[in-house]
């Protein structure tokens, strides 16, 4: 059996997605496109619109839950940290 070539020129990069409390990590070679995160939080995660992440519609805490439920870990997040004035 003649194993395919793998062509690395056509790997797709990470996206972030962010908003002032929020940013959010998509690595879409690691996606399964199971829709866990449209089906349960479509007010911020869309299969159906571009950016198809929209953080500004959803709750900080609900976002985060919902990506500690992404079955093949192609989404993570960090928060951002609002830098104090000297």
């Not at 972030?16 to 940013?23: Q, T, V």
């Not at 911020?44 to 990506?67: A, H, R, T, Y």
Request: net charge positive.
């Amino acid at each position: 059996m003649i194993k395919p070539k793998i062509d690395k020129t056509m790997e797709i990069e990470s996206k972030e997605f962010s908003n002032k409390d929020i940013a959010v990590t998509y690595d879409p070679c690691a996606c399964t496109l199971s829709g866990t995160c449209a089906k349960e939080l479509s007010h911020v995660f869309s299969n159906k619109i571009i950016p198809w992440i929209n953080l500004d519609d959803g709750k900080k805490e609900e976002i985060i839950k919902q990506i500690k439920k992404c079955p093949s870990g192609a989404l993570d997040y960090y928060l951002r940290t609002k830098k104090k004035a000297i």
